[in-house]
């Protein structure tokens, strides 16, 4: 097996040479597989997953930045490529669901009533939390603001935003636990 640099592989796989790139799926396809099935899950879907890499790796070669490592480009590579497919398949299943919902509305309306009852117990728990474990809470889930700003805006240390979102979480896990 060829030992190369890094600069030696961007380079050969910069202009597409055969023997480089070869030379690069032998040596880091097995570490890319590992990385694969751990986010997919199914053998399969890995080597699909690191023939994707290794093919846009190929397809995109003058883009190649020489001063990344080689084997961090691929791990990345990896991970973005899984992702994709898993947010994907994620879109594909929503919409699946949104079909079988539309064909059989009896579906549906039961549905839409375990949303509502669940959404009631939510509520229920949220207003069995402390005063100011809830407006931290709320200041945080449902007005999206980060802890250092719920802390400035509170006058409290950031810490203590900290311990109100353990808190509550904890608190609301196991009271909607103990409803369902």
Same mark, same amino acid.
């Given at each position: 097996?060829? +030992?190369?640099?890094?600069? =030696? ?6 202009? #597409? *040479?055969?023997? %480089? @790139?070869? !030379?690069v799926f032998k040596q880091f396809a097995p570490s890319m597989y590992n990385i694969a099935v751990k986010y %997919? &899950?199914? =053998?399969?879907?890995? /080597?699909?997953?690191? +023939?994707? %890499? @290794?093919?846009?790796?190929? &397809?995109?070669?003058? *883009?190649?930045?020489?001063? !990344? ?7 990345? !590579? ?10 994907k398949e994620q879109r594909q299943e929503v919409y699946a669901k949104e079909q079988l919902h539309r064909a /059989?509305?009896?579906?549906? /309306?039961?549905? +839409?009533?375990?949303? &509502?009852?669940? =959404?009631?117990?939510? #509520?229920?728990?949220?207003?069995? $939390?402390?005063? +100011?474990?809830?407006? %931290?809470?709320?200041?945080?889930? $449902?007005?999206?603001?980060?802890? !250092? =700003? ?12 900290y311990a109100h979102l353990t808190t509550a979480l904890k608190r609301l896990r196991v009271d909607l636990i /103990?409803?369902?």
């Amino acid at each position: 097996m060829l +030992q190369l640099s890094n600069d =030696e592989i961007v380079k050969g796989i910069r202009s #597409r *040479n055969k023997d %480089v @790139f070869e !030379a690069v799926f032998k040596q880091f396809a097995p570490s890319m597989y590992n990385i694969a099935v751990k986010y %997919v &899950k199914n =053998e399969d879907d890995a /080597n699909d997953m690191v +023939q994707d %890499v @290794f093919l846009n790796l190929w &397809k995109g070669a003058e *883009n190649l930045d020489e001063r !990344a490592p080689i084997n961090h480009y691929l791990a990345r !590579a990896t991970v973005n490529t899984c992702l994709n497919r898993i947010k994907k398949e994620q879109r594909q299943e929503v919409y699946a669901k949104e079909q079988l919902h539309r064909a /059989n509305p009896a579906a549906d /309306n039961h549905s +839409q009533l375990e949303h &509502k009852e669940l =959404e009631a117990h939510y #509520r229920s728990a949220l207003e069995k $939390l402390p005063e +100011q474990c809830r407006r %931290v809470f709320e200041m945080s889930r $449902l007005k999206g603001l980060s802890p !250092a =700003e719920i802390a400035e805006q509170l006058n409290i240390s950031i810490n203590t935003v900290y311990a109100h979102l353990t808190t509550a979480l904890k608190r609301l896990r196991v009271d909607l636990i /103990n409803k369902s």
